[in-house]
């Protein structure tokens, strides 16, 4: 009985903890304004709706292979004593152009267009997020 309930505890922790991973919000990235400093208050106001719209439609990464497989020669100690063998790897990868790395992308972007706007004393309507 001590088991089972140790089991259920420890299912629920992880549950808890994954659940936790997935709701955390994106933080976004630094963008330097300095990019933005040749355009006036009424071309920043047009590039943060422009982002701003893309964030509400959604933001889809480019689809990429993330799985591999690899054949080798791998070499180690075991019951048998040392020796080498052959090995086996399957690999599921992780894309640096996930959703949230894009979005924080643009949202830092946006900082960057507000922090553009602020030095150069234009009113800039902000979507709050």
């Known amino acids: 009985m001590q ?12 549950i808890l903890l ?4 997935m709701t955390a919000s994106v933080k976004p990235n630094y963008v330097s304004p ?3 400093q040749n355009l006036n208050c009424m071309q920043l106001q047009s590039e943060y709706d422009r982002i701003q719209q893309y964030i509400a439609q959604g933001v889809t990464p480019a689809k990429r292979n993330l ?20 090995s ?6 992780q894309s640096r152009e996930s959703k949230n790395t894009q979005l924080a992308q643009l949202l830092g972007q946006q900082d960057a267009v507000v922090q553009a706007a ?4 234009c009113s800039i309507r902000v979507i709050q997020k």
């Open 3 to 14: 088991m089972i309930k140790t089991k259920v505890a420890i299912s629920l922790t992880l």
């Open 18 to 21: 994954l659940t936790g991973c």
């Open 34 to 36: 300095a990019m933005y």
């Open 67 to 86: 799985f591999g497989v690899g054949l080798g020669l791998g070499g180690g100690w075991g019951r048998g004593g040392w020796g080498f063998g052959p």
């Open 88 to 93: 086996l790897s399957v690999n599921l990868g």
């Open 118 to 121: 602020r030095f150069k004393a």
